[in-house]
């Protein structure tokens, strides 16, 4: 098959344990881009958090994407252009929070270049802020959190152990109902977003947008949030160090984050 895209999870697939892109796997992924094919990052990073990463790889130069929010917006990172976004209704925002106090979690949601949090003592919602470049706006409950956020947001994250997140998620997805997407992105975080946001749907919004089909594209992934577009890609390629879930899902499993795995799967399935 002439695969033309490949689809990379930053966190656990595209970087190493220490968060960092090796030098083999950079080369290997600039040649791709030399070689006329397209990289794209899926990642439920924000577009702060994807950007280094972008640049690094020189996705401007070479007419890659940026996939941030599981596909919540599309970015063309050569015109630096937004070409999809979808936002949570604000009527909601109260509902979602209330379920962070009913469950008893931490919640993460966004506001410009910062994280806004329930609880500022959460090692997950420090993660993700720092995870993703961004400040901290910690507030001093979830009622002011409900107060708070009045504006429309991506999504938001519920923190907490991931064996009661587990439990909890299918209660939380039955009260979202069918206009919100409820999943697991790592143990410790639940997200909810838009109806139709993931993966795999945004590979398929920009699969329209390139004319590209379904059958050229390898994806890659190691987590609960990668098993949609996996599933959908020509290939789908999980990590050695991938959760079971998503090896069962994928059609080939390549080494691990820290041995170079992306950059052997675009040695043998894209470079000529």
Same mark, same amino acid.
């Given at each position: 098959?002439?695969?033309?895209?490949?689809?990379?999870?930053?966190?656990?697939?595209?970087?190493?344990?220490?968060?960092?892109?090796?030098?083999?796997?950079?080369?290997?992924?600039?040649?791709?881009?030399?070689?006329?094919?397209?990289?794209?990052?899926?990642?439920?990073?924000?577009?702060?958090?994807?950007?280094?990463?972008?640049?690094?790889?020189? %996705? @401007? =130069?070479?007419?890659?994407?940026?996939?941030?929010?599981? /596909? $919540?917006?599309?970015?063309?990172? &050569?015109?630096?252009?937004?070409?999809?976004?979808?936002?949570?209704?604000?009527?909601?925002?109260?509902?979602?929070?209330?379920?962070?106090?009913?469950?008893?979690?931490?919640?993460?949601?966004?506001?410009?270049?910062?994280?806004?949090?329930?609880?500022?003592?959460?090692?997950?919602?420090?993660?993700?802020?720092?995870?993703?470049?961004?400040?901290?706006?910690?507030?001093?409950?979830?009622?002011?959190?409900?107060?708070?956020?009045?504006?429309?947001?991506?999504?938001?994250?519920?923190?907490?152990?991931?064996?009661? %997140? @587990? =439990?909890?998620?299918?209660?939380?997805?039955?009260?979202? /109902? $069918?206009?919100?997407?409820?999943? &697991?992105?790592?143990?410790?975080?639940?997200?909810?977003?838009?109806?139709?946001?993931?993966?795999?749907?945004?590979?398929?919004?920009?699969?329209?947008?390139?004319?590209?089909?379904?059958?050229?594209?390898?994806?890659?992934?190691?987590?609960?949030?990668?098993?949609?577009?996996?599933?959908?890609?020509?290939?789908?390629?999980?990590?050695?160090?991938?959760?079971?879930?998503?090896?069962?899902?994928?059609?080939?499993?390549?080494?691990?984050?820290?041995?170079?795995?992306?950059?052997?799967?675009?040695?043998?399935?894209? %470079?000529?």
């Amino acid at each position: 098959m002439n695969y033309r895209m490949i689809v990379l999870d930053l966190d656990g697939t595209l970087t190493n344990s220490e968060k960092k892109i090796t030098p083999k796997t950079r080369e290997v992924l600039i040649k791709v881009q030399r070689q006329g094919n397209l990289v794209v990052l899926a990642s439920g990073r924000t577009p702060y958090g994807i950007r280094p990463v972008a640049e690094e790889l020189r %996705l @401007e =130069k070479y007419g890659g994407y940026m996939l941030p929010f599981n /596909g $919540g917006v599309m970015i063309d990172c &050569r015109t630096g252009r937004e070409i999809f976004s979808r936002m949570l209704p604000v009527e909601s925002n109260r509902k979602i929070i209330g379920l962070a106090k009913t469950y008893s979690v931490h919640l993460v949601t966004y506001e410009g270049q910062s994280a806004v949090i329930s609880d500022p003592s959460c090692p997950h919602s420090l993660f993700e802020a720092r995870n993703n470049h961004l400040a901290v706006h910690a507030m001093e409950s979830i009622d002011a959190m409900q107060d708070y956020v009045n504006f429309p947001v991506p999504k938001f994250l519920l923190c907490g152990d991931g064996d009661y %997140l @587990e =439990k909890v998620e299918p209660e939380v997805r039955d009260i979202m /109902g $069918g206009e919100f997407s409820v999943y &697991r992105s790592d143990p410790f975080f639940l997200e909810v977003l838009p109806a139709g946001v993931d993966k795999a749907s945004s590979i398929e919004r920009l699969l329209k947008f390139t004319g590209l089909e379904r059958e050229q594209v390898i994806a890659c992934g190691d987590a609960y949030n990668d098993i949609s577009m996996i599933r959908y890609a020509g290939l789908g390629v999980a990590m050695e160090n991938a959760l079971p879930a998503v090896k069962e899902a994928a059609d080939y499993v390549t080494l691990s984050n820290d041995e170079d795995g992306v950059a052997a799967v675009a040695e043998k399935f894209m %470079l000529l």
